[in-house]
C-alpha cells in the first residue's frame, strides 16, 4: 500500500477542504500498488463489449456444469492427453445430439 499525504498549504486552499477532512488539516489517502489495474478493469465493467462477453460466457460455463452434473464428467476416467481428448469429445458429442434432437420437430403420432 502506498501513503499520499497532501501538504497544508494544498489544503487550506481548497475549496473542498471542508468537506473532503474536516477534522485533518491535510488529506491522506491509501492506495494499492495495484490501483491502476483496477481502475483499468472497473473502466471495461461498465462497457456494453463487456456485458455482451459476460452473457456469452454465461453460456460456456452452463455446457461446463451440464457435463459435469448430468453427464457425470466431474473427473476423467482416461488417462494421458489422448485419452482426456476423446472422452471429452465424446462428452462434447453428446450433448451436441441433445441440443440438436431439441432442435427438430416431435414426430407424429399415428392414430
Given at each position: 500500500?502506498?501513503?499520499?499525504?497532501?501538504?497544508?498549504?494544498?489544503?487550506?486552499?481548497?475549496?473542498?477542504?471542508?468537506?473532503?477532512?474536516?477534522?485533518?488539516?491535510?488529506?491522506?489517502?491509501?492506495?494499492?500498488?495495484?490501483?491502476?489495474?483496477?481502475?483499468?478493469?472497473?473502466a471495461i465493467d461498465r462497457t456494453a463489449d463487456y456485458a455482451v462477453?459476460?452473457?456469452?460466457?454465461?453460456?460456456?460455463?452452463?455446457?461446463?456444469?451440464?457435463?459435469?452434473?448430468?453427464?457425470?464428467?466431474?473427473?476423467?476416467?482416461?488417462?494421458?492427453?489422448?485419452?482426456?481428448?476423446?472422452?471429452?469429445?465424446?462428452?462434447?458429442?453428446?450433448?451436441?445430439?441433445?441440443?440438436?434432437?431439441?432442435?427438430?420437430?416431435?414426430?407424429?403420432?399415428?392414430?
Amino acid at each position: 500500500m502506498l501513503r499520499y499525504r497532501a501538504s497544508k498549504a494544498d489544503c487550506d486552499t481548497c475549496a473542498l477542504k471542508t468537506r473532503c477532512c474536516p477534522k485533518e488539516p491535510a488529506r491522506k489517502i491509501l492506495r494499492s500498488t495495484f490501483e491502476t489495474s483496477s481502475d483499468r478493469a472497473r473502466a471495461i465493467d461498465r462497457t456494453a463489449d463487456y456485458a455482451v462477453s459476460c452473457r456469452l460466457r454465461k453460456k460456456v460455463e452452463m455446457l461446463f456444469a451440464h457435463l459435469k452434473r448430468i453427464l457425470g464428467l466431474s473427473r476423467l476416467r482416461l488417462r494421458g492427453p489422448n485419452g482426456a481428448r476423446d472422452e471429452i469429445n465424446l462428452a462434447a458429442t453428446a450433448q451436441n445430439l441433445r441440443k440438436l434432437a431439441k432442435l427438430l420437430p416431435a414426430p407424429e403420432v399415428a392414430c
